[in-house]
């Protein structure tokens, strides 16, 4: 358990005192784990923060099995250059050992410029068998000073290696359309994270047009690739699949196309909106993985 104390900058008497403990229930040695312990009450006067320790405990050792990697990292298009959030999109994997782990929990710790932590958001996935491989997905209001994040993952008998994965810069909307909602769903609708060979499922999405604007004809497309735990090899193309339309006017708009997959694998899914001249009119939509059994 860590203790905070406040202070401001006029007198030694606290103006508050909170408790907090790390993200990690475990930390393996000589590593590090992040931690956010905030002041029950806001106060402009504070300053100054000293920490301390109440106790520290030695656990059972546990060892370094688990692996996480990354499949993509989208930030939604601001709308405007001072908003304080913005929305990520965070896919990947995690992959477990040569044992059935439990309390299986992966963390994105977000860091600022001056490498400060200033949030952390978790993944709770509990029991992971044997060498299993788990897709990872978060969707989630970040903080808009956020410059990057420290991933990975702790059971209740293994960890993995941190992985700093660095923020790509926010777009401000200058496109004539926003893509959103991935999703894919069965023949009847049903919204999927697995699904099977062979089956057909629907890759839906909606593009929202920006600005009034007279008829302008678009090709939607839908491109999917299989992951790679190693982010050395290229990810090989499964599928690509497009159609036409029109937008008249301003609005929103549904795309779907029928997809088969062919064999097993984690798979993602990118989504790009082109007009008649082959220019993108929106931002890549956001990415979004699928599991094929």
Known sequence: VIQATFFDSFNSNPLDVSEGKTVLNVIPPNSKSPFIIRSENPN?????????????DTSKSIQNKLFVSVN?????PMFDFYDSTYTLSFSGELQNGSALIQETAVHLAFYDVFDRIIQVSTIEIGDVDINEKIPLE???KINSSAVG??????????????????LPPPQIITKLATISDVIVTSTLGKTLSEIKVGSTVKIESKTLLQFDTNEITYTYYVQIKESHSNLDVSSDLEYIGNFDDQFIGNGVKLQSLDWIPEKKGLFFIETFLWDGNNVPIAAKGPLVSILVN
Do not use: W
């Open 72 to 76: 993509g990292v989208f930030l939604d």
């Open 138 to 140: 978060l969707t989630e």
């Open 44 to 56: 402009p006067n504070i300053s100054e923060v000293q920490l301390s320790i109440l106790n520290f």
């Open 149 to 166: 994040f420290l991933l990975f993952s702790e059971s209740d008998t293994f960890y993995s290696t941190t992985v700093n994965v660095k």
